[in-house]
């Protein structure tokens, strides 16, 4: 059996990395749109000048906002101890059910352990809120599907 904290550390890491590259793509796009609205200069279009600018400033805006929701999430994920363990389902926990496995942190998808399929998933998901509180045997309908905690590491 695989030592389930090391299985913990890996999904981690991965959320890390998902987190981290999340992160340098909206500062790269912040970064173009900066560029971008620095380096057009007034131009005899006028009006078109001025449309295009106020495009480039929406995009930066909502860039902006990407930006402090990552950093938001980055936070609250660096508050997870993967190195706790319980019974009940909350921040940090691997759960295994009869239907498929989750990973309570972050929503990253679907990561890889081991050849074993876990979806990185947040508590403030539909499916999250559902497991949070939940422990082994519970049954849970989601979906219309019905579905067994089997395991809470």
């Known amino acids: 059996m695989?030592?389930?904290?090391?299985?913990?550390?890996?999904?981690?890491?991965?959320?890390?990395?998902?987190?981290?590259?999340?992160?340098?793509?909206?500062?790269?796009?912040?970064?173009?749109?900066?560029?971008?609205?620095?380096?057009?200069?007034?131009?005899?279009?006028?009006?078109?000048?001025?449309?295009?600018?106020?495009?480039?400033?929406l995009?930066?805006?909502?860039?902006?906002?990407?930006?402090?929701?990552?950093?938001?999430?980055?936070?609250?994920?660096?508050?997870?101890?993967?190195?706790?363990?319980?019974?009940?389902?909350g921040l940090g926990s691997l759960v295994y059910t009869t239907s498929a496995n989750y990973f309570i942190g972050i929503s990253a998808g679907q990561l890889t352990v081991d050849s074993t399929k876990v979806y990185a998933i947040s508590n403030n998901t539909p499916i999250g809120q559902l497991l949070m509180g939940k422990i082994t045997g519970d049954e849970i309908i989601f979906r219309e599907q019905k579905f067994v905690i089997k395991k809470v590491l």
Do not use: W
Request: hydrophobic content about 30%.
């Open 2 to 57: 695989i030592n389930p904290i090391k299985i913990k550390q890996d999904l981690y890491l991965q959320c890390e990395v998902f987190i981290e590259n999340r992160l340098q793509t909206i500062q790269k796009t912040i970064y173009e749109i900066q560029e971008s609205l620095t380096s057009e200069t007034k131009s005899s279009a006028g009006d078109k000048h001025e449309t295009g600018r106020a495009m480039l400033q």
């Open 59 to 89: 995009e930066r805006e909502k860039a902006g906002c990407q930006l402090a929701e990552i950093q938001k999430i980055k936070e609250n994920f660096y508050k997870i101890d993967i190195s706790k363990t319980s019974k009940i389902i």
